[in-house]
């Protein structure tokens, strides 16, 4: 390498200076550095300060020309880039230099984080989302001792302290966009299991799902009965109410215990079933349950609500009850919900 670069040189120096900037991070490599000695070089380096953080935990490493680790927020990086491992995105890289960059600068960030990923994927756990589904699957199975799940837990990037939640999803989004979406700045894994996805985080803002995300979320603190509680949630996922919290449905959840076929052996949830064959008819009954009111439900399906009080009457009659009514309104919240779980297997 030296020698090329010697010959280089005398052709171009910028080349020989991108061949430097390549074999001080090859060295760097070889001397299985840690992060924080990853950008102290780096910032030295690029004579100014540099910048390293990992999405997966939130860590920010930065530090100065002179070897000092700088604390407090990044003011504007001057460039930055992705660091990708396994085809995900896990972090970024920067430099501060406060002025117009320099012509390496470019590549000396390429192979920054280039460099980083590789020290993440030796150092592990690596902080991509894509886990192993094996290991996720020991981590939420109800047949797994504790040590065995402690261990998964370990390997997943979980300290022993942490507590786990745990959501079920089903979504075009890919699972590793979610898991950074909904936790971006603590541990989240997340493996297909089945043909559910499952998700393992820290903590989630349920506010960040994607809008195609239908998800049950469990509440529990032991992962294999929050497992549970995630996948019974999602049963009772609707294109109204796509999140859904096992917390949230009470007593709702006991229907979730019922076989399919006595759900749908029920006079109530088989006039559902006469009803399903129009999505406009179906969504108006679900609104009108959710809602409790005729206005408020007009509002929300966009309609005037002598509009949705005639065709609230018409359901009421095929369904054989008066549906302004406390008991009317009930049974029909009790049918609809009972309707989906026998169609939504397991």
Not at 105 to 115: N, Q
Not at 217 to 237: D, H, K, N, V
Request: charged letters at 25%; a negative charge; glycine letters at 8%.
């Amino acid at each position: 390498m030296d020698a090329l670069i010697v010959r280089l040189s005398q052709l171009d120096t910028e080349a020989e200076g991108a061949l430097r900037v390549v074999s001080f991070y090859d060295t760097l490599l070889r001397r299985r550095v840690d992060l924080p000695a990853l950008a102290r070089a780096s910032a030295n380096l690029a004579e100014c300060v540099t910048g390293i953080r990992l999405a997966g935990t939130g860590r920010v490493i930065r530090f100065a020309p002179d070897g000092r680790e700088v604390d407090g927020p990044p003011p504007v990086a001057s460039m930055t880039l992705p660091i990708t491992l396994d085809d995900e995105e896990i972090g970024s890289v920067w430099l501060e230099r406060g002025e117009s960059s320099r012509a390496l600068d470019e590549l000396l960030l390429d192979r920054l984080a280039i460099t980083t990923a590789a020290v993440v994927e030796r150092y592990g756990p690596a902080r991509t989302t894509m886990a192993d589904p094996a290991l996720v699957e020991l981590v939420i199975s109800a047949g797994a001792d504790a040590a065995a799940r402690g261990r998964a837990l370990r390997l997943l990037g979980f300290p022993a302290e942490l507590p786990v939640r745990v959501i079920a999803v089903r979504a075009r989004t890919p699972l590793d966009r979610i898991g950074g979406l909904i936790c971006p700045a603590r541990p989240v894994k997340a493996a297909t299991v089945g043909d559910v996805g499952v998700i393992l985080a820290a903590a989630l803002d349920d506010r960040r799902f994607p809008d195609d995300v239908h998800a049950g979320i469990g509440s529990s603190a032991s992962p294999e009965t929050s497992w549970y509680e995630a996948r019974t949630a999602l049963r009772f996922s609707t294109t109204r109410q796509p999140i859904v919290h096992y917390d949230s449905l009470g007593v709702l959840a006991l229907l979730a215990h019922l076989p399919a076929s006595t759900l749908r052996d029920n006079a109530d949830v088989g006039a559902i079933a006469g009803i399903a064959g129009s999505p406009d008819d179906l969504d108006t009954l679900e609104v009108y349950c959710r809602t409790g009111s005729l206005r408020r439900a007009a509002d929300l399906l966009h309609r005037h609500h002598s509009s949705v009080a005639r065709r609230l009457e018409y359901l009421g009659k095929a369904m054989g009850f008066e549906l302004g009514e406390p008991t009317g309104l009930l049974r029909a919240r009790l049918a609809l919900t009972a309707w989906r779980l026998s169609h939504s297997g397991e």
